[in-house]
């Protein structure tokens, strides 16, 4: 009798890609920690993981900050970025990849991706108006807003 044996496929565990508005603190060591624990786990158990964890270096709050101060979005992302690598490695937390936004593969995959679904007719191009809070990257609904007229999160347009 042949037995076949299940096969699993090898977890791919990540973390969130941390913005660069701010340096790496208690919560993104929390949620780190708890990835290479994991990762670790599998691996005691002979099951091979991967890990990756990096930075979210666009927006417009990140050159917001960079603006203030008085360096370019780039040079911050990667003083902020290399911060958050050091980190890891002091902590020795075992990462398989460090991912960043601005690397050029991720760029090419994006405009690949985007382009794909524009073809496809995914995408649709048109004018939106409405109160976009940069804190929270995101339009508002009037719903949402305080009677003030503002986020309710940040208190600002």
Known sequence: MVRRMKTQAAPYITTPLYYV??????????TTILADVLKRQNRQRGIQATMLTGTDEHGEKIAKIAGEQGVTPQAL?????????????????????????TQEHHKKSVQHALSFLKEKGEIEF??????????????LTASELTPAGLCPDHQRF
């Open 21 to 30: 508005n701010a340096r790496p603190h208690l919560g993104h060591s929390y």
């Open 77 to 101: 992302a990667d003083e902020v970025a290399a911060d958050y690598k050091a980190t890891w490695e002091k902590k020795e937390i075992s990462f398989d990849i460090f991912y960043r936004t």
């Open 126 to 139: 048109r004018e939106y108006e409405g109160q976009y809070c940069v804190g929270c990257e995101r339009f």
